[in-house]
């Protein structure tokens, strides 16, 4: 019962901004501490951006200064606003909620190449 969905990914140039969706159904967000992680081929998946229910944020250090998270509560969202991207930032990028929680997007491509 609880749907996690993402969208916003595709394929950008360098030095490109996208914006990335997170739409909830089944579970509140405004309850929960929500997340987005990647994963790129053959790598481990990673944890890029967290906000808290406070919108206590923090950043892996790679993105830092160019991704923002943020939470709209009212319409169950989060979003992942991320410019200046680079080659490196190419993954699937998935949307989590909650901290003891196994709840997981399908996942959203974003390719970033020249």
């Known amino acids: 019962q609880v749907q996690l969905v993402e969208s916003g990914g595709g394929l950008v140039q360098p030095g490109a901004s996208l914006r990335l969706s997170c739409a909830g159904s089944?579970?509140?967000?405004?309850?929960?501490?929500m997340a987005w992680y990647r994963q790129a081929p053959g790598k481990q998946r990673e944890l890029v951006a967290v906000?808290?229910?406070?919108?206590?944020?923090d950043y892996a250090a790679s993105v830092k200064g160019r991704f923002a998270i943020s939470r709209d509560n009212a319409k169950n969202m989060v979003y992942l606003q991320m410019n200046s991207l680079r080659p490196e930032d190419t993954a699937v990028y998935y949307c989590?909620?909650?901290?003891?929680?196994?709840?997981w997007g399908q996942g959203t491509q974003v390719t970033v190449t020249s």
């Open positions: 089944g579970i509140p967000f405004s309850i929960y501490t």
């Open positions: 906000i808290g229910t406070a919108d206590n944020v």
């Open positions: 989590k909620a909650g901290v003891a929680t196994n709840y």
